[in-house]
T-cell receptor, first 118, second 116 residues
């Protein structure tokens, strides 16, 4: 069975600091998909990024970057020059390949509550 | 208008009552999902449906049932609500398709359910 571990329950930093959120996953499948979602205080879940197991390229999107390393089963998320608006709960999630094709339901980590202080 | 809508957004009910939570989507996706979120536990999958005729149990389906009335509608029912079903419930949709965001799940705004 798959599992996602986000060991950091809560992180608090001062605005403009860089911060990395850790995600470690377990799966027996060779094909799988990894995701990050943001849940701001308003409660909705906002999709940030999707990675499949065949694509180990790191990605940068503005102040956000993601480091996917199959060798350590990790998919870490870094926010550069953090801002107060980045304050939220961030979830890492894993989906295995469904036998009929495509991704299955998501297994979520317990989330990291990120607090950016002004 | 939102692509994925959930009704009601908030509901307070009593133990033993039957409750239905509804989800509608205009994204044209075939796949739909129900999750519940409990503080400190992340989200857990209750049921999912890959098309109108296909319903699958998730990790925590006991005490719940679902109905896929159409491609765009997926309802979650609590036959006899109990207090430990108090949670935030999310509906999600995805499209297997191809491309960079294939199989990405997009979530509705959530329904906060309290069972007294």
């Amino acid at each position: 069975a798959q599992k996602v571990t986000q060991a950091q329950t809560e992180i608090s930093v001062v605005e403009k600091e860089d911060v990395t959120l850790d995600c470690v996953y377990e799966t027996r499948d060779t094909t799988y998909y990894l995701f990050w979602y943001k849940q701001p205080p308003s409660g909705e879940l906002v999709f940030l990024i999707r990675r499949n197991s065949f694509d180990e390229q790191n990605e940068i999107s503005g102040r956000y970057s993601w480091n996917f390393q199959k060798s350590t089963s990790s998919f870490n998320f870094t926010i550069t020059a953090s801002q107060v608006v980045d304050s939220a709960v961030y979830f890492c999630a894993l989906s295995e390949e469904f036998s009929g094709g495509g991704a299955d339901g998501l297994t979520f980590g317990k989330g990291t509550h990120l607090i950016i202080q002004p | 208008d939102a692509d994925v809508t959930q009704t009601p957004r908030n509901r307070i009910t009593k133990t033993g009552k039957r409750i239905m939570l509804e989800c509608s989507q205009t994204k044209g996706h075939d796949r739909m999902y129900w999750y519940r979120q409990d503080p400190g536990l992340g989200l857990r999958l209750i049921y999912y449906s890959f098309d109108v005729k296909d319903i699958n149990k998730g990790e925590i389906s006991d005490g719940y049932s679902v109905s896929r009335q159409a491609q765009a509608k997926f309802s979650l029912s609590l036959e006899s609500a109990i207090p430990n079903q108090t949670a935030l419930y999310f509906c999600a949709t995805s499209d297997p398709g191809t491309g960079k965001v294939a199989d990405t799940q997009y979530f509705g705004p959530g329904t906060r359910l309290t069972v007294l």
